[in-house]
């Protein structure tokens, strides 16, 4: 059948042009550069910052679509609306977690007087259940938020034909044309595979996988050194599984280093091995369907082997951007990692196409800083704001079996922004009220206070950790983004007895070189 097409005045007099075609032609609207849009904002992407951007635009009335496609990974793992951090990360991570948790405060039950048969019994099965369960019940409520606001929702994959308009193919193949005055691009990034490395692509997973496993990964070699690698490490180790690191080079690169060894030096000593200065050559599957990894240790030079049930690609995430087609609408990227060029404004190159969360350059990796930037941006658009998104101070927390939380500069940044004799590090070394009945080792429950020398010692950065690092750290940031001073945090009242309060009562400078151990209560 032809295609037939009619114009429409839509509302606030703005003209459609629509396409209708027979099945497996193009359907939807084909405004173009120079015409009417079909929407005043088209956001492509249904993660976290996307839909922050397309459900705000939408409440200050104006005509938005979402246009969001998960590309299976090579595992063939795939999820529904919401990105990222609902599906294959903050999410069932911090649930995964909270499970570890579990099982050593289980241990630590009969020190407080309970009963517990031993030994304790994981079963992997019944919680990736209960946290896809979730995961699928957070997914349901997305649409359900886009129905309410009236924004549409298309389920297709998109790319640029110009600079207004995007092509959206749906599974099936079909066409849709969609064009709008504004467009932003929120469509995070994926894990990195080693593809140069023998059977990696054949036989590994990644973070899209792990939490929608329907079995136990088993004896599980993790490689990388990211958060991603520590946090998926931490779990599996404390629900009771084998499981060894490989790092290349440093652990938590971008963090401050000495809080990253703590880290790393406390899963050690709870069970998790770790394979420093070492890189995978070839990764083989055995006849019983074990995998074999070879690797060359880079400190001895010598080639070793090992058998793993699991190997898990933990090295880094690439941005969701070569198949969206920016060059047809002329949008800039960085060419060594495909990221989007933005300004202050989360502009891209074509000023009515924006980039926000970890597609964009330069933006922390961070679902509430994409969140913030899409609400941010979306009134600056349609509700007569000027806000721009403030990406210092940002706070966060890696949640390894002990957590790490941090807001500010790290020493290292401190140091080489101000230089050392510009520089005052207060620290301690504290013990959990909780750790002491159970005789928890709390060798590396620690915090420190980078502050400017010269009173009155503006706060730099706070470092935490111990138990519950993103609450305490969640509380202080607000003090750190007000601009907060050594003083005024010493004229704080804590609250006791906490971990948090131990920050209210860093008295002990490194400069001093005195025990900084916390004794007493």
Known sequence: MAAMAMAQRGPGRRFRWQIWASAGGVR?????????????????????????????????GRKVAVVDYVEPSPRGTRWGLGGTCVNVGCIPKKLMHYAALL???????????????QPIQHDWKKMAEAVQNHVKSLNWGHRVQLQDRKVKYFNIKASFVNQH?????????????????????????????????????????????IFWLKESPGKTLVVGASYVALECAGFLTGIGLDTTVMMRSIPLRGFDQQMSSLVTDHMESHGTRFLRGCTPSRVRKLPDGQLQVTWEDGISGKEDTGTFDTVLWAIGRVPETRSLNLEKAGVNTNPKNQKILVDSQEATSVPHIYA?????????????????????????LFGQSSDLMDYNNVPTTVFTPLEYGCVGLSEEEAVARHGQEHVEVYHAYYKPLEFTVAERDASQCYIKMVCLREPPQLVLGLHFLGPNAGEVTQGFALGIKCGASYAQVMRTVGIHPTCSEEVVKLRISKRSGLDPTVTGC
């Open 165 to 209: 308009t995007v092509r959206g193919i749906t599974k099936g193949g079909k066409e849709t044309l969609l064009s709008a005055e504004h467009i932003v691009i929120a469509t995070g990034g994926r894990p990195k595979y080693p593809t140069h490395i023998e059977g990696a692509l054949e036989y590994g997973i990644t973070s899209d996988d």
């Open 103 to 117: 099982g050593h405060m289980i241990q630590d039950a009969h020190h407080y007087g309970w009963e517990v048969a």
């Open 356 to 380: 926000i969360g970890d597609v964009a350059e330069g933006r922390p990796e961070l679902t509430p800083t994409a969140i913030m930037a899409g609400k941010l941006l979306a009134q600056r």
């Open 28 to 60: 939807g609207a084909a405004g173009g550069a120079a015409g009417q849009q079909d929407y005043d904002l088209l956001v492509i992407g249904g993660g976290s910052g996307g839909l922050a951007c397309a459900k705000e635009a939408a409440q200050l």
